[in-house]
């Protein structure tokens, strides 16, 4: 007698079919989550342009030379 464990076909591919539909349920939980992170930083940049009004804003070149980008 053998101490292995049989498994049949048809659990065998149930097994496969939720493993596939959990790759899927990730990769869209990952889209979304990115989705709401752009959502949230769009609201950030419009609540600042609001906040500043006309002001000047810094432009992107000089932005780029202090955060070492350029």
Known sequence: M???LTVSNKS????SQL???LIQAKALLRQMR???EDVEDARI?????IAH??????????????VGLD
Do not use: C, H
């Open 12 to 15: 065998r591919a149930a097994w």
């Open 53 to 66: 009004g006309n002001k000047p804003r810094i432009p992107w070149s000089q932005v780029k030379k202090e």
């Open 34 to 36: 990115q989705t709401v």
């Open 2 to 4: 053998s101490n292995t």
């Open 45 to 49: 940049i419009e609540r600042a342009k």
């Open 19 to 21: 493993d596939k539909q």
